[in-house]
């Protein structure tokens, strides 16, 4: 579907009720939207034109409320930003959930941190602010809301209980967490059972929410653009460059060629280095001793290559606005390059032995199922939902940073499984550092960075994080300075259709399917 | 299976020469920027670059203060006069006067390690000493699930509001004696994260930190650096650079 096509089919289901509008530049398309419209409008857009949904946006204005519900689709189709108007005092809107089951969550966290209600969704309250911890009507996300107040809205409830669902005679939760097992990052989940077999699993996440979108308020760009990194930095450079390039896009600064194609360069270093890692922990999840420290040794191998390029392991520093804020010698590029495929030998050489350790594979294959189904539904992200056949991939759908010049393919599998999974990982490592490869040969010689004027504006940016598509929309004020930031990452997407993965499994295989999901406790709780 | 022991074995070992020798190998450490002498006019420039006013001046002098640099690099990249940068990995610093561990802790520690907010990186890297290249293991230190058996207490992250709770039950239920070790900028001091409502200004305020191991985050050598600091195997490196004392020894010269 293109864009006539679409403000066509808009216009005349809902005459009167939505109106279109193109943006001058790019393949955006607003859309004003009654309440009631709403629901159906953002249904069929999701269900019927194959949109996928990006995330919902909040905004409180000088004197109303704008919502944004964002979409994108394949090519030519674009972005649709449905956008509903309401005065300040008016905070009860209507649920999308019935229709676009992804936005659970992006309408239980408005709840909880702008205090709004939406009607008609299942179930709203503790989420971000735990019901345990804190009173009702705290509201962090408002205007009016004082920090340093925080602390008089605190409570403790040692008496809080989580909510049990399943209601058979022997029915217990199981806690596990926030702080179990080794070396992990702090969540809680709540497992049901009557015996062996997990029947409903309930994560409770927000144990490390560091309001980074209210900390950034009345921030400036360059503040920003080191929480921007720092807030999940396993894929810091992703984050980054989502945040600069939505920067880029409000001020219409034009990036340098030779800054691009580092970029892609970095960026696939960094995916190349993810995978390995979250290959790892599979490894270790299954306690497959060798290839667990083999896996080890590449993902130290690619922190050091990166390290040795970059003198970051993790990438900081190297993003600025309008560019990179250092140049990369062409032959530092081809030497980590080579390191780089080497590595992928290393990796290959892996993949070879995994696939004929039956011990291995007995506990991935067809353990932690998700159907295509409920990937769709549920707008599951990244290799996750490309195991599942769900396929699209930002890199593809709304290429950025030219990546449309590059030549490389979107490993999918069908099976949904913990193999598919690893399988995706290990085919997702191959093509980066194929695209490293044509990265490298397509170097010129040039400026890499480009001064940027910060002006009024806001604008959404968008990149294919190593979990999945990362979301930033961000408002600058005309002084330049931060009025809203709004990060939605690819694990809070992954995190909300976890659960699905474990429910029929037994207890023994919640780490092992926990591990094949590489999801990141940071990037959601931000 | 034979086929697994026989690649692990030609792999070969892979361990570093640390703490023994040093480690050379590159992108082992991201360095850290060292301060120096340095007229008023090109430090104040300095100054005005850092995010997180790690660098401080006085007569002549920049001083940098590794708590709070978040390697940003600013005060080396994109600027006409920069910092020099040394490529160190021996951050652990003793934060009070510390009281002897004990020899019975010297070879053998279990180490609990709790994510207080972290962002992901510390730790992977915390991660990273337990794979070959580090393999902490051959120094006797071993990561444990449970408080209990733990000797050590290793927190990365700005410590959030929500963990603070966790902490003090986990110290609590941790024997005596025993050391808390703050890993990363955002243990030490909150780094870019120091200004949320939800987060503490630094470990410290909620819990005795014993040794802090600078860096953001910092690499495996120094979070290694910071346990053998702890059970007293190795001598604590300066969080100031220069460290007071060379710089009073620089004015006494003059």
């Given at each position: 579907?293109?864009?006539?096509?679409?403000?066509?089919?808009?216009?005349?289901?809902?005459?009167?009720?939505?109106?279109?509008?193109?943006?001058?530049?790019?393949?955006?398309?607003?859309?004003?939207?009654?309440?009631?419209?709403?629901?159906?409008?953002?249904?069929?857009?999701?269900?019927?034109?194959?949109?996928?949904?990006?995330?919902?946006?909040?905004?409180?204005?000088?004197?109303?409320?704008?919502?944004?519900?964002?979409?994108?689709?394949?090519?030519?189709?674009?972005?649709?930003?449905?956008?509903?108007?309401?005065?300040?005092?008016?905070?009860?809107?209507?649920?999308?959930?019935?229709?676009?089951?992804?936005?659970?969550?992006?309408?239980?966290?408005?709840?909880?941190?702008?205090?709004?209600?939406?009607?008609?969704?299942?179930?709203?309250?503790?989420?971000?602010?735990?019901?345990?911890?804190?009173?009702?009507?705290?509201?962090?996300?408002?205007?009016?809301?004082?920090?340093?107040?925080?602390?008089?809205?605190?409570?403790?409830?040692?008496?809080?209980?989580?909510?049990?669902?399943?209601?058979?005679?022997?029915?217990?939760?199981?806690?596990?967490?926030?702080?179990?097992?080794?070396?992990?990052?702090?969540?809680?989940?709540?497992?049901?059972?009557?015996?062996?077999?997990?029947?409903?699993?309930?994560?409770?996440?927000?144990?490390?929410w560091r309001a980074i979108e209210k900390l950034a308020e009345g921030k400036t760009v360059d503040q920003v653009f080191l929480l921007a990194e720092r807030f999940a930095a396993t894929t810091a450079f992703a984050h980054g460059l989502a945040f600069c390039q939505a920067v880029e896009s409000i001020c219409g600064a034009n990036v340098p060629t030779r800054a691009q194609v580092l970029r892609v360069f970095l960026a696939e270093l960094e995916r190349l280095r993810q995978h390995a890692g979250a290959i790892q922990e599979i490894c270790e999840s299954t306690a497959l001793v060798v290839a667990n420290s083999q896996a080890g040794i590449l993902e130290e191998d690619l922190l050091r290559i990166s390290g040795e390029l970059t003198s970051h392991r993790y990438l900081f520093g190297l993003l600025a606005l309008g560019g990179l804020l250092c140049d990369l010698s062409n032959d530092a590029c081809r030497k980590a390059l080579e390191q780089s495929q080497q590595a992928l030998k290393h990796l290959n050489e892996l993949e070879q032995r995994l696939r004929l350790s039956s011990s291995f594979l007995d506990r991935l294959e067809e353990v932690g199922f998700v159907a295509l189904?409920?990937?769709?539904?549920?707008?599951?992200?990244?290799?996750?939902?490309?195991?599942?056949?769900?396929?699209?991939?930002?890199?593809?759908?709304?290429?950025?940073?030219?990546?449309?010049?590059?030549?490389?393919?979107?490993?999918?599998?069908?099976?949904?499984?913990?193999?598919?999974?690893?399988?995706?990982?290990?085919?997702?490592?191959?093509?980066?550092?194929?695209?490293?490869?044509?990265?490298?040969?397509?170097?010129?010689?040039?400026?890499?960075?480009?001064?940027?004027?910060?002006?009024?504006?806001?604008?959404l940016g968008w990149v294919e994080a190593p979990r999945g598509g990362a979301f930033h929309w961000v408002r600058l004020t005309d002084d330049g300075r931060i009025a809203r930031y709004r990060i939605v990452p690819p694990s809070f997407a992954n995190w909300h259709g976890f659960h699905l993965s474990v429910e029929k499994f037994a207890f023994q295989d919640f780490p092992i399917i926990l591990s094949t999901f590489d999801l990141s406790v940071a990037e959601n709780d931000r | 299976?034979?086929?697994?022991?026989?690649?692990?074995?030609?792999?070969?070992?892979?361990?570093?020469?640390?703490?023994?020798?040093?480690?050379?190998?590159?992108?082992?450490?991201?360095?850290?920027?060292?301060?120096?002498?340095?007229?008023?006019?090109?430090?104040?420039?300095?100054?005005?670059?850092?995010?997180?006013?790690?660098?401080?001046?006085?007569?002549?002098?920049?001083?940098?203060?590794?708590?709070?640099?978040?390697?940003?690099?600013?005060?080396?990249?994109?600027?006409?006069?920069?910092?020099?940068?040394?490529?160190?990995?021996?951050?652990?610093?003793?934060?009070?006067?510390?009281?002897?561990?004990?020899?019975?802790?010297?070879?053998?520690?279990?180490?609990?390690?709790?994510?207080?907010?972290?962002c992901g990186a510390c730790l992977n890297e915390v991660k990273q000493l337990n794979n070959p290249y580090y393999n902490m293991h051959r120094l006797g230190f071993f990561i444990t699930p449970t408080p209990r058996h733990a000797d050590v207490m290793l927190v990365v992250g700005p410590v959030t509001d929500y963990m603070r709770f966790v902490l003090h039950k986990v110290y609590d239920a941790m024997p005596t004696p025993k050391r808390v070790v703050a890993v990363g900028a955002c243990a030490v001091s909150g780094g870019v994260f120091a200004g949320s409502f939800v987060c503490a200004k630094r470990l410290a305020e909620v819990l005795p930190v014993d040794v802090e191991v600078p860096g953001h985050p910092p690499p495996p050598l120094a979070i290694l650096h910071g346990l053998l600091v702890a059970v007293g195997r190795k001598t604590p490196a300066s969080v100031l650079s220069p460290p007071p004392a060379a710089i009073q020894a620089d004015a006494v010269k003059s």
């Open positions: 579907m293109n864009r006539t096509e679409l403000k066509e089919q808009i216009e005349r289901r809902w005459p009167g009720n939505a109106r279109c509008h193109f943006a001058a530049t790019g393949l955006t398309c607003e859309v004003s939207c009654d309440r009631a419209a709403l629901p159906e409008l953002c249904g069929r857009l999701f269900l019927a034109w194959e949109f996928s949904f990006a995330g919902l946006m909040v905004e409180e204005g000088a004197s109303e409320w704008e919502l944004r519900y964002c979409f994108y689709g394949d090519g030519e189709a674009g972005w649709v930003h449905v956008l509903v108007n309401a005065p300040l005092d008016q905070t009860i809107f209507p649920s999308i959930v019935k229709f676009v089951h992804a936005a659970d969550w992006h309408e239980r966290e408005a709840e909880d941190l702008f205090g709004l209600t939406f009607e008609g969704h299942p179930r709203l309250g503790d989420f971000v602010l735990h019901d345990d911890t804190w009173q009702e009507n705290v509201e962090p996300m408002r205007r009016h809301f004082d920090p340093k107040s925080a602390m008089h809205h605190r409570k403790s409830d040692a008496d809080w209980r989580p909510r049990r669902i399943v209601e058979e005679p022997g029915a217990f939760v199981m806690p596990i967490g926030p702080k179990y097992s080794g070396v992990t990052e702090s969540a809680l989940f709540l497992l049901e059972t009557v015996g062996e077999d997990v029947i409903r699993s309930v994560p409770r996440l927000f144990y490390k189904r409920d990937a769709n539904v549920f707008g599951l992200l990244g290799p996750v939902a490309r195991a599942s056949g769900l396929i699209r991939d930002l890199r593809r759908a709304q290429p950025y940073l030219g990546y449309e010049n590059f030549d490389f393919d979107v490993p999918s599998e069908q099976e949904g499984d913990g193999y598919a999974r690893l399988r995706v990982l290990l085919a997702e490592a191959r093509q980066s550092v194929r695209i490293m490869e044509q990265a490298v040969a397509a170097l010129h010689s040039g400026y890499i960075h480009e001064p940027v004027k910060l002006r009024e504006g806001a604008a | 299976m034979s086929q697994w022991v026989i690649n692990g074995i030609r792999r070969g070992i892979k361990t570093t020469a640390y703490p023994r020798g040093t480690e050379g190998a590159a992108g082992v450490t991201p360095g850290l920027p060292d301060g120096g002498q340095m007229d008023a006019a090109t430090g104040a420039a300095l100054l005005e670059r850092c995010p997180t006013e790690a660098l401080s001046q006085t007569d002549g002098n920049v001083t940098v203060d590794y708590r709070r640099c978040v390697h940003c690099y600013r005060c080396v990249r994109d600027v006409e006069r920069p910092l020099d940068w040394q490529q160190t990995y021996e951050w652990g610093a003793v934060r009070d006067n510390q009281i002897e561990f004990g020899p019975a802790f010297k070879r053998s520690i279990h180490v609990i390690v709790v994510d207080a907010g972290d």
